[in-house]
């Protein structure tokens, strides 16, 4: 596997729910980003992790998203109790040094009904 | 807090006609300046990069970019355009000031007539 992989692909779930996506990055790569994609937003940055820690969190929208990072690697992002606005494509990327060139996933689209 | 502007939400061009779609930065140092491509369904995929040195970056599928300072512009460009090329396009900038995080234009959609 030489790329970023997302599970799932695809997510519907009822308003009020949790849900966990999930991100495995390029091995070897320390960085691994989420952002969004809706159409009413364009492209947002979520949260940033170098290793396990996460130096910038600024874009997580509110207290019910939230992110971990484990072993340096996999990648998971929880949005607690759902709400119809939550509804985008997630996406994750990673990097390796010093240039940022960030490589992506191809997404998990997430719906609440 | 530098911004990205791609002011053409959508451009259409024949095949085999040359493309230049634009994008003007924002920010107060020189920047690490990327162009993305999207195609329905599938995650973003760089196209090339502009760092330092050379203005004029060459990138996958035939595509370059200029990097002028002067006005702010990071514009890509093919000479000669192929269906296939018909995607969703993001210019995106990284601070070099120490945040990681690209902010990206809000995209230029791409159709190409055959």
């Known amino acids: 596997g030489a790329g970023v992989s997302q599970s799932p692909s695809n997510k519907v779930t009822e308003k009020g729910k949790d849900v966990e996506l999930r991100c495995d990055p390029i091995s070897g790569h320390t960085a691994l980003y989420w952002y969004r994609q809706s159409l009413g937003q364009g492209l947002e940055f979520l949260i940033y992790f170098q290793g396990n820690s996460a130096p910038d969190k600024s874009g997580l929208p509110s207290d019910r998203f939230s992110a971990e990072r484990t072993g340096g690697s996999v990648s998971t992002l929880t949005i607690q109790r759902t709400q119809q606005e939550d509804s985008a494509v997630y996406l994750c990327?990673?990097?390796?040094?010093?240039?940022?060139?960030?490589?992506f996933g191809p997404g998990t689209r997430l719906t609440v009904l | 807090a530098q911004s990205v502007t791609q002011p053409d939400i959508h451009i259409t061009v024949s095949e085999g006609a040359s493309l230049e779609l634009r994008c003007n930065y924002s920010y107060g140092a020189t920047p690490y300046l990327f162009w993305y491509v999207q195609s329905p369904g599938q995650g973003l995929q760089l196209l090339l990069k502009y760092f330092s040195g050379d203005t004029l970056v060459q990138g996958i599928k035939g595509f370059e970019a200029e990097f002028k300072r002067s006005q702010s512009s990071f514009n890509l460009r093919k000479p000669s355009v192929h269906w296939s090329d018909a995607a969703e396009y993001f210019c995106a900038v990284v601070g070099t000031g120490g945040g990681n995080k690209l902010t990206f234009g809000t995209g230029t959609q791409l159709k190409v007539e055959l």
């Open positions: 990327a990673s990097s390796f040094g010093r240039y940022n060139e960030q490589f």
